[in-house]
Nanobody, 121 residues
Framework: QVQLVESGGGLVQPGGSLGLSCAAS????????MGWYRQVPGKQRELVAL???????SYADSVKGRFTISRDNAKNTVYLQMNGLKPEDTAVYYC???????????????WGKGTLVTVSS
């Protein structure tokens, strides 16, 4: 059993900053890719940022230069530092990880429950 738990969401004013964390726990052998997606009501869930276990990064154009993704492999944790927040960043942010469970020869997709980020004055 693998679980992803996000933390750090909340209310912030435009131009402010917020940091998100996501810790994976359970019967984990390794984690390949970790990242963040976000979703607004009425819109599709969209990629925010990804980081593989070697540190290769991928960002959505809309957040490039403002958000930074990082990970701590020893802690099975991924982070998202969000700076220069805009109202359009308001969304539920979901942690994502490709996890190779103990006893499994391949990775599977896992999702957190989501944490709400609201950017408003």
């Amino acid at each position: 059993q693998v679980q992803l738990v996000e933390s750090g969401g909340g209310l912030v004013q435009p131009g402010g900053s917020l940091g998100l964390s996501c810790a994976a726990s359970g019967s984990i052998r390794s984690i390949n890719t970790m990242g963040w997606y976000r979703q607004v009501p009425g819109k599709q869930r969209e990629l925010v940022a990804l980081i593989d276990r070697s540190g290769t990064l991928s960002y959505a154009d809309s957040v490039k230069g403002r958000f930074t993704i990082s990970r701590d492999n020893a802690k099975n944790t991924v982070y998202l530092q969000m700076n220069g927040l805009k109202p359009e960043d308001t969304a539920v942010y979901y942690c994502y990880a490709v996890v190779v469970a103990l006893g499994s020869p391949y990775g599977m997709n896992y999702w957190g429950k989501g944490t709400l980020v609201t950017v408003s004055s």
